[in-house]
């Protein structure tokens, strides 16, 4: 382990154990005044990314990467309303979630606790540095955060000034701190500080969260690539169909509960494919389709077996024929990453047996799923967007950045 990181390590540490103390007031005073500095220095924000994204074009970075490395006011907005809207929240440390009382005298409470130190692993969105820091900040949890080397000039001004703001409130400005070197040695390191980082989050693409779920000794919460699909039942509204399909792939491509996969039921695609097509053409949606979907439509491209595992981040998407509901959850079961599914139909049973029957995160009837995300939730913010099934699923907000602890009160009790 390098003297840098067994440095931060230990920082985070004596930082964690005042904010853990911290009462409400405190740790919302932090964020107000972190929002403040963002808003003060959006200038400073803007010439630094400006310059990731010109080394980010020079380097080959593909453009839909590109585009979420890429921040504005209407950007800095959300991430300062980020940091307002957390402050609003309710505090998640030290309720008690369950309390009772035995036949000996003793009283049991179950007690919500900060985890401790988080470590965040991320790449591209400098939103996430701000996101990340907010819900651990509120949650009682110091956090170490290491971006990418594509967004590490804005990463660094932006960690900087909430670290003034934190400062400014009268907490360790070591409650949030940056890693600024970018090369995989110190990822490497955050996996395996296990005196130090008591949860790891990773957020990124397939390979930097396999990797760290693989090789990571810390206790890992895997947030997930999103190949999010869309189902459009026999019985859809196909004007509601081609507005939600729309705004699922083309709103954002580059984010993880973009659309990347339509699987269709045969009795309907004739009349839906084309209208679907009709509309994604507008944004040059190339569309990947199985053999009975390109009969339809022979002006697309044949899918192979990959696309339909595939999170293009880009404007590219699969579409499979399905004969029936339980061929599509089947297909979708098979391909999906766990994130999040919809389905289009009128039909109450065929909603209902597919929001039973798909086991991902988050399940959608007859709405986008860009939805999946912690400030549409009403979380506030999130750090990521867990597809696993311990612990935290969907949107980690608040309450799944705290653990808990039992205190029970007795009176000279002894176990005979």
Excluded at 179 to 198: F, L, P, Q, S, W
């Amino acid at each position: 382990m390098s003297d840098y990181m067994i440095d931060i390590g230990k920082r985070a540490k004596e930082a964690e154990k005042i904010l853990a103390k911290a009462g409400s007031d405190v740790k919302n005073l932090a964020l107000k005044y972190a929002s403040e500095e963002l808003d003060k220095n959006r200038a400073e924000i803007l010439s630094e990314n400006k310059k990731d994204v010109i080394s980010a074009g020079e380097n080959g970075l593909n453009p839909a990467m590109t585009e979420r490395l890429t921040l504005s006011d209407k950007r800095i907005d959300s991430m300062i309303k980020g940091l307002l809207d957390c402050a609003q929240l309710d505090d998640p440390v030290g309720k008690v979630l369950s309390g009772t009382q035995r036949p000996n005298g003793l009283k049991i409470e179950k007690i919500t606790i900060p985890l401790g130190v988080i470590g965040v692993i991320f790449e591209s969105r400098p939103n996430v540095a701000s996101d990340s820091a907010a819900l651990c900040l509120k949650s009682g949890n110091a956090c170490i955060l290491r971006g990418g080397k594509e967004a590490a000039g804005s990463n660094k001004i932006i960690t900087s000034l909430l670290r003034k703001g934190i400062k400014r409130a009268g907490l360790p400005e070591d409650c949030v701190i940056f890693v600024d070197k970018t090369g995989h040695e110190t990822a490497n390191e955050m996996m395996k500080m296990t005196d130090y980082i008591d949860v790891l989050i990773p957020r990124g693409g397939h390979g930097l969260i396999t990797a760290v779920a693989q090789n990571s000794t810390v206790p890992v919460i895997k947030t997930g690539e999103g190949n999010c699909h869309i189902y459009v039942d026999k019985d859809a509204d196909i004007n509601k169909a081609v507005k939600i399909i729309s705004n699922a792939k083309t709103q954002r491509v580059s984010v993880c509960n973009a659309c990347e996969s339509l699987v269709i039921h045969k009795d309907i695609i004739k009349k839906a494919l084309p209208e679907i097509k009709k509309e994604l053409d507008k944004s040059n949606v190339i569309m990947y389709c199985d053999e009975e979907a390109r009969k339809v439509c022979p002006d697309t491209m044949e899918a192979t077996e990959k696309d339909f595992g595939e999170e293009y981040l880009d404007y590219k998407i699969s579409v499979k024929t399905a004969d029936s509901i339980d061929e599509a959850i089947n297909h979708i079961e098979k391909y999906s990453t766990s994130h999040s599914e919809a389905i289009i139909t009128e039909n109450y049973e065929a909603a209902e047996k597919f929001a039973d029957e798909i086991t991902s995160a988050v399940v959608y009837i007859n709405a986008s799923t860009r939805f999946t995300d912690g400030g549409q939730f009403g979380f506030g913010a999130e750090i990521g967007i867990s597809t696993q099934k311990l612990h935290a699923r969907g949107p980690v907000g608040l309450p799944e950045l705290v653990s808990y602890k039992y205190v029970i009160r007795g009176n000279g009790q002894i176990r005979k």
